[in-house]
Each structure stands twice: as structure tokens, then as C-alpha cells.
């Protein structure tokens, strides 16, 4: 089923989505809206080198 791995990009994937939000929206600072898309950005990127580090140790 789930592996570790999975879980630590999966927690990966959601810190830098709360992160995101809380730039977009200025949970602890003023909004700052470039750096909440910016920051955004990045969910996909983790959850994509994770399938690519999965896929590579499976194929091991």
C-alpha cells in the first residue's frame, strides 16, 4: 500500500500548498501574491519528482 516515501511527498506536496496559501492570503504578513504563486508552483514539481524517484526505484 503506502510506503513512507509516499507519505514524506505527499507531506511535502501539502506543507508547500498551506505555505502558499498563507503567502496569497496573508495569514502571518501582509499579502504578498507573486510570491503565493510562486510558491504554488512548487506542489506540482514535488509531487512530479517523487513519481520520478518512485518510478526509478522501481525500476531497479
Do not use: H
Amino acid at each position: 500500500m503506502f510506503k513512507i516515501q509516499d507519505f514524506m511527498i505527499l507531506g511535502a506536496a501539502f506543507v508547500s500548498f498551506l505555505f502558499s496559501i498563507s503567502l496569497w492570503f496573508g495569514a502571518l504578513w501582509p499579502p504578498n501574491r507573486e510570491a503565493g504563486i510562486f510558491v504554488g508552483l512548487w506542489v506540482p514539481s514535488i509531487l512530479a519528482a517523487g513519481v520520478y524517484v518512485q518510478l526509478r526505484a522501481a525500476r531497479r
